[in-house]
């Protein structure tokens, strides 16, 4: 998967947003949701639109 950091797909910063809280759930052990929209994809990853940190 692809949070498009090169500014394909979403901003520059909503990508490094969404990689933030991908980091952050990882650092804390916290489970995700994770929302892919299939139809854009960059260098053959799957482009991530959404990410939500679960309690």
């Known amino acids: 998967m692809t949070f498009s950091c090169s500014g394909d797909h979403a901003s520059k910063s909503n990508a490094a ?5 991908a980091q952050m759930a990882f650092a804390l052990g916290k489970r995700i949701v994770v ?12 482009f991530v639109n959404r990410i939500d940190v679960l309690n």
């Open 17 to 21: 947003r969404n990689f933030d809280s």
């Open 35 to 46: 929302w892919v929209d299939d139809a854009k994809t960059h260098n053959g990853l799957c």
